[in-house]
């Protein structure tokens, strides 16, 4: 039986979605599999955010992949943080790092990378893609993924 569930601040709850931007909304939870490396794959088909200049919106395939330490994202709580970008403008570049840096932040992961595959406007597609990990092994593989990553993987 999990502990501790009740300092999740949106899992069970009923939670309006945030307005804009709020990093605050994110919530995780102890790895009960520290010691072994397995990886977390969220993908959100319909991401959503502004651009900074038009205030047109931006739609993207987010794809965020991560090997934890000793935590985890709760999905709602993640969900309800990029529901929170659609209302926020930004450049593609600048909305995966953001993102990346946030649940680094939160989850201190061994490995994360996240991918942001933009539907294209004004005949172009922008489809930024970060990556990092902790420690010889993690580091290892942050290049090795970044030096294969072509744009088309997801």
């Not at 601040?9 to 709020?22: H, N, W």
């Not at 102890?30 to 200049?53: G, I, M, Q, S």
């Not at 990092?132 to 072509?150: P, S, T």
Request: charge should be positive; glycine fraction near 8%; proline fraction near 6%.
């Amino acid at each position: 039986m999990r502990r501790n569930l009740d300092t999740l601040k949106t899992l069970g709850k009923q939670v309006v979605a945030p307005a804009g931007y709020d990093p605050s909304i994110l919530d995780c939870f102890d790895n009960r599999h520290p010691e072994r490396d397995y990886w977390v794959v969220f993908t959100a088909p319909e991401f959503t955010t502004l651009c900074p200049k038009t205030g047109q919106p931006d739609f993207a395939t987010l794809t965020i992949r991560y090997i934890p330490a000793k935590k985890l994202v709760e999905s709602k709580s993640l969900k309800l943080y990029l529901f929170g970008f659609r209302n926020h403008g930004d450049f593609h570049e600048d909305v995966v790092n953001v993102i990346y840096d946030d649940l680094f932040r939160l989850l201190r992961p061994k490995y994360m990378e996240v991918f942001g595959k933009f539907a294209p406007r004004g005949g172009i597609s922008i489809d930024p893609f970060v990556n990092g990990g902790v420690g010889a092994k993690m580091k290892a593989l942050a290049a090795k993924r970044f030096a294969e990553w072509n744009g088309v993987r997801g």
